[in-house]
């Protein structure tokens, strides 16, 4: 690892540049949030994840509350993508079958009868592996078939959790969004519906009812807050691989608070920063990050936007942060050893980054300007969201037992790096 690589940040102008013609969110408002929560609570096992108050570490950091909701609950499934995959694949379902999703809860879509109208239907994707598990999760809940690919690098751990389902799952010799591209052109051919976690021209459909899959966790959140004494949070970090998450909370957000919005701050992997490299340049196009995007944050290894949540991000978040792999290591070890009175959160590595990159806002001088230029301090309410468990036990021992990916001191930067 290069010690002097630092967390590279900038503030987005997008917030005043496209402010007059912002992406519409209305796709995320309240009411077709509720619909997709609808679904989800008529699965078997379904509960809110819960969300973790770390009052200890907000006085560490000088803030003044620090909410960690609590996706490795999810379904058992250990990530919070079973959100997406479920509520889409439920979708095309419903369409398939002339009928509105409210029609067709869990109980229903299982049923023999709904079971021969449809016949057999094979849906396929691209996963780093908690996308692609929870597609084959849904599809053999629903009684259907999964083709599973994983780019070049993938864990073999997770790619046995993703056959375990009952998915084929195969590891290509290319990256993600190469991976991305040849299923779909597989899937045209053998008549597979691709259920794929980003969008772009002609594809979009799907995507979108992925993004208000995940709009449940976000509702979810405010609630939570909200019985807690918070009517909202000031600050909302999120991780970002190709935006769908984060655009998703962030619509849902921006639907329900318009200009009093939380600031939102994206986290992302250095090696496969889209999004940092789009804000940095200032035109409002996104830019696409290529080869092995090799980054420690599997989930966040993807250097191409979602359309959808490019728009979305573009015209709100407040500021993208693009972040060296310690940063995720360091959440983890965070959130895994707690400060006295404090919850223990296992963390995966796309999971964790966004408590990395808070604790080096609050504890790294190079990066006071960003601190201070998101008013980070006593009456901030910083909510995060981790996304994934350990997904790859291997790996987070080797990070949180033994020590991967230590933390730069900040000593010793060349001149000019930020």
């Known amino acids: 690892m290069e010690h002097d690589e630092k967390v590279l940040w900038v503030l987005n102008e997008g917030t005043k ?4 013609h912002a992406a519409d969110v209305s796709n995320f408002n309240e009411t077709e949030i509720a619909r997709a929560r609808k679904f989800h609570s008529s699965i078997p096992g379904y509960e809110p994840t819960p969300l973790r108050s770390l009052p200890r570490l907000a006085a ?23 959100l997406g995959a479920s509520y889409a694949i439920a979708r095309y379902l419903a369409e398939k079958l002339g009928m509105d999703i409210s029609e067709l809860p869990y109980s229903v879509l299982t049923g023999d009868e709904i079971r021969e109208r449809l016949g057999s239907v094979t849906f396929a994707t691209t996963t780093d592996g908690n996308h692609g598990r929870a597609v084959a999760w849904t599809a053999r809940l629903l009684r259907q078939s999964a083709v599973v690919y994983m780019p070049k690098g993938s864990s073999k751990l997770r790619r046995d959790a993703i056959s375990a389902e009952g998915a084929r799952v195969a590891i290509r010799d ?29 594809y979009e459909d799907i995507p979108l009812r992925i993004m208000q899959g995940y709009g449940t966790a976000a509702v979810e959140a405010l609630e939570q807050l909200r019985t807690g004494g918070h009517e909202r949070p000031t600050h909302v970090f999120l991780q970002a691989g190709v935006g769908s998450f984060a655009g998703a909370v962030q619509g849902f957000y921006r639907a329900a608070f318009g200009e009093g919005c939380p600031k939102i701050v994206i986290a992302e992997a250095n090696k496969a920063d889209c999004y940092y490299r789009s804000a940095l340049a200032g035109d409002g196009k996104p830019r696409a990050v290529t080869g092995d995007l090799d980054t420690l944050m599997a989930g966040l290894a993807c250097g191409e936007p979602n359309t959808i949540a490019f728009d979305i991000l573009r015209d709100n978040v407040s500021a993208f942060a693009s972040c ?36 080096l806002i609050a504890q790294r001088d190079y990066l006071s300007g960003m601190r ?11 909510l995060m969201f981790n996304t994934e468990g350990d997904t790859d036990p291997k790996r ?23």
């Open 372 to 382: 201070d230029a998101l008013k980070l301090g006593k009456d901030s309410v910083i």
């Open 324 to 359: 060296p792999d310690y940063a995720a290591a360091r959440g983890m070890r965070i959130l895994g050893n707690p400060l006295d009175g404090d919850p223990y959160i296992r963390s995966g590595e796309s999971g964790a980054v966004t408590a990395g990159l808070l604790s």
């Open 17 to 20: 540049y496209f402010r007059d």
């Open 174 to 202: 290319v990256n993600y969004d190469e991976s991305v591209r040849m299923t779909a052109i597989e899937a045209a051919e053998k008549g597979w519906v691709v259920v794929q976690d980003t969008a772009w021209p002609g």
């Open 60 to 82: 560490e950091f000088g803030v003044g509350g620090i909410y960690v909701k609590d996706e490795s609950y999810r379904f058992g499934l250990n990530a919070f993508k079973v």
């Open 396 to 418: 987070y021992r080797s990070v949180v037992w033994d020590g991967e990916f230590p933390t730069y001191d900040g000593k010793d930067v060349r001149e000019g790096f930020l």
